[in-house]
Nanobody
Framework: VQLQASGGGLVQAGGSLRLSCAASGRTVSSYAVGWFRQAPGKEREFVAAVRRSGGRTYYADSVKGRFTISRDNAENTVYLQMNSLKPEDTAVYYC?????????????????WGQGTQVTVSS
């Protein structure tokens, strides 16, 4: 499966962005999907994930209540709606997929990765 992340950009604090992760090669419904981010000088960190079934979602405490992950299997795409953005949300955001059904929080458990999209939040 190939993943293409898009939707990043420059936004003021308090604004919103919607990131997209488009899959090709295989249907995204075959996988659990996660979003991670990496800020300069920091390690990649978990942001959100959705189970293969799409029924249950997982969020980092830092984004809970502000970000929403969703999937549109008909479009073969997973979205990350980001509201009330803060300067500390600035990072490159990556989407990734995994075959198995646990350990959603750890990047090492994901099998395929997209190329990343830059999100910059100005204060």
């Amino acid at each position: 499966v190939q993943l293409q992340a898009s939707g990043g950009g420059l936004v003021q604090a308090g604004g919103s962005l919607r990131l997209s992760c488009a899959a090709s090669g295989r249907t995204v419904s075959s996988y659990a999907v996660g979003w991670f981010r990496q800020a300069p000088g920091k390690e990649r960190e978990f942001v959100a994930a959705v189970r293969r079934s799409g029924g249950r979602t997982y969020y980092a405490d830092s984004v809970k209540g502000r970000f929403t992950i969703s999937r549109d299997n008909a479009e073969n795409t997973v979205y990350l709606q980001m509201n009330s953005l803060k300067p500390e949300d600035t990072a490159v955001y990556y989407c990734a997929v995994k075959v198995d059904s646990d350990n959603y929080y750890y990047s090492a458990n994901y099998n395929y990765w997209g190329q990343g999209t830059q999100v910059t939040v100005s204060s």
